[in-house]
């Protein structure tokens, strides 16, 4: 016992009761002094056995960043928040609310969306469970609805591509002819005498004088003299030369344009004439006057330029994406400004193998008959192409299907091996050409799906299948297309027949795992991929 408490002893034992209270008093005093005194040392060593968890400040769009203080993100500018603490197996998921439009990330509390002002709803957020797929996300009915989600089915069905183009009508260069001179001369009559005048097959157009056409005519008399003297001294040998000197003088004539009829009209006539006329090889239009009469011309020199308008070409305009469902041989429909209402039809004769530089499409030439007239050059025209699609973007045709077709001239289809009527070219099978050579009835169908599915961004394109056993949830998934045929791409791999696919809502879902920091359409590996903190990233982030 200390001295202290045995002086205060000895005093209590002489000491009447009032004092003893008092001694009392001051005995506890002081006994809770002797405690105090005694433990200062682990009072005050045990704030340092336990040392305060630091605290870790995050970014609710960018959730590998983690700092140790509050501030701002260095990526974005946001204000931090503060991260999760403990292992995020003993955290407790608190309910997250999100807005159907994906304006802001999920927050803690339900209440309006701050940007577009709709309701929160309640979602189930599995962002960061260890057995969910990273592209996956589920939904719940009611966020379902008010993101307006939609699915259609893949499915095998035959679809048309509709190809639009314009163009404008033009002549065919096949029936343009040039009535030229072929001997020297003067143009002392043009018949037709100005520019647009229609002639038709045999018609006069040149009234044409030549003095050498005067020399070749008094040979072809003096021949035909010649053959009826040796006629009448009946020589064989004397007959035949003369006969051969005779047919070659008319040949002459005939290569200067004279026709069989004009020939015989010398001979009958029994005199020669410094003067002949040029008649039209074909009818048509004439396009072009190039000399005027009193001219004197050479060999060869151009005088009109006719054109046939009984057939005409289209040439239009098609994109490059568009070439896919293009083939030789496909009929074309096409209005003009001229007959609004009335249909043209012709085919398709020509595809252009370079692409223009300063337009980027590539011409196609479609063959028309034109047999009214209606249809003038430089004429605009809007066509379309329908083109019914199979397996492997084949092109069907009902009525090319098996048959043998002319390379250049695609009126001509035949239902065996030949030739051209018209250019005597082989013909050859329609499959060639890029048809399908099955029946059209028992052709495979392509694999499609709607073009608002996937959502395109570069050489990727992803599509968020729904899962079949779970109501809800939709996983995202890259697949290869092949073209766009009208409202549907077909799908080369990646999707199977039966499997349910979202058509409407799909970049809404695309935001959602963006906002998560997962695999998403602009970000294929997830924004925490590949960061020190990604297996340490909170499951969802708080509202700001």
């Excluded at 003299?225 to 005779?246: E, F, K, M, P, V």
């Excluded at 151009?302 to 293009?326: F, G, H, N």
Aim: hydrophobic letters at 40%; one cysteine or more; proline letters at 8%.
């Amino acid at each position: 016992m200390s001295p202290r408490l045995q002086w205060m002893a000895r005093l209590v034992a002489k000491a009447p009761v009032p004092a003893l209270l008092v001694v009392a008093f001051a005995a506890g005093y002081a006994f809770r002094g002797a405690v105090v005194g005694t433990q200062p040392v682990q009072q005050a060593a045990a704030p340092a056995t336990e040392a305060a968890p630091a605290e870790v400040w995050t970014c609710s769009m960018h959730p590998e960043v983690r700092l140790p203080k509050p501030g701002k993100c260095p990526k974005c500018g946001m204000d931090l928040i503060p991260a999760a603490k403990g292992p995020p197996a003993a955290r407790k998921k608190a309910p997250k609310y999100a807005c159907s439009m994906f304006c802001v990330p999920p927050m803690d509390r339900p209440g309006k969306c701050p940007i577009c002002g709709m309701e929160m709803v309640e979602v189930k957020d599995t962002g960061g469970d260890m057995d969910e797929s990273p592209r996956t996300l589920t939904l719940s009915p009611a966020a379902r609805k008010l993101a307006g989600i939609e699915v259609a089915p893949v499915e095998r069905r035959f679809v048309s591509a509709e190809i639009q183009m314009v163009g404008k009508v033009e002549y065919d260069e096949t029936r343009v002819r040039s009535i030229t001179s072929r001997v020297p001369g003067r143009l002392d009559r043009l018949y037709a005498d100005y520019t647009g005048i229609p002639v038709a097959q045999g018609d006069h157009l040149v009234y044409l004088y030549s003095p050498e056409l005067l020399t070749a005519q008094e040979e072809l008399l003096q021949e035909l003299r010649g053959a009826s003297r040796a006629g009448a001294n009946a020589a064989s040998g004397l007959d035949d030369r003369a006969a051969d000197n005779l047919e070659a003088v008319r040949d002459r004539l005939r290569l200067w344009g004279l026709t069989d009829d004009q020939i015989a009209e010398v001979e009958r006539r029994g005199t020669a004439s410094d003067h002949m006329t040029i008649y039209s090889p074909i009818g048509g239009i004439v396009i072009a006057k190039h000399a005027d009469e009193g001219t004197y011309v050479q060999t060869g020199t151009r005088i009109y330029t006719i054109a046939d308008l009984t057939r005409v070409w289209v040439k239009l305009d098609a994109y490059e994406s568009d070439l896919a469902w293009l083939r030789y041989g496909q009929e074309v429909e096409f209005e003009t400004e001229a007959y609004p209402g009335d249909t043209f039809r012709g085919k398709i004769a020509f595809i252009d193998p370079v692409l223009g530089t300063r337009t980027r499409t590539v011409k196609v030439r479609v063959n028309v008959p034109n047999e009214d007239g209606r249809l003038k050059p430089e004429m605009f025209v809007r066509a379309v192409v329908q083109a019914k699609v199979a397996e492997g973007g084949r092109v069907l045709d009902a009525d090319l299907a098996g048959k043998w077709i002319s390379p250049m001239h695609p009126e001509i289809v035949k239902d065996g091996p030949g030739t051209c009527d018209v250019c005597g070219m082989p013909l050859v099978r329609a499959e060639t050409l890029g048809y399908a050579a099955d029946d059209p009835t028992k052709a495979t169908a392509p694999l499609i799906i709607p073009a608002s599915a996937p959502l395109i961004t570069g050489r990727r394109a992803i599509v968020y299948v729904e899962a079949p056993d779970q109501t809800g949830t939709y996983e995202g998934r890259e697949i290869v297309l092949g073209p766009r045929a009208g409202d549907y791409y077909l799908v080369r791999d990646g999707l199977a027949e039966g499997e349910r696919v979202v058509v409407h809502g799909n970049f809404k879902i695309d935001s959602a795992l963006q906002i998560r920091a997962r695999p998403s359409m602009m970000s294929p590996e997830g924004s925490r991929a590949g960061t020190p903190e990604h297996h340490h990233a909170p499951n969802a982030t708080g509202g700001r």
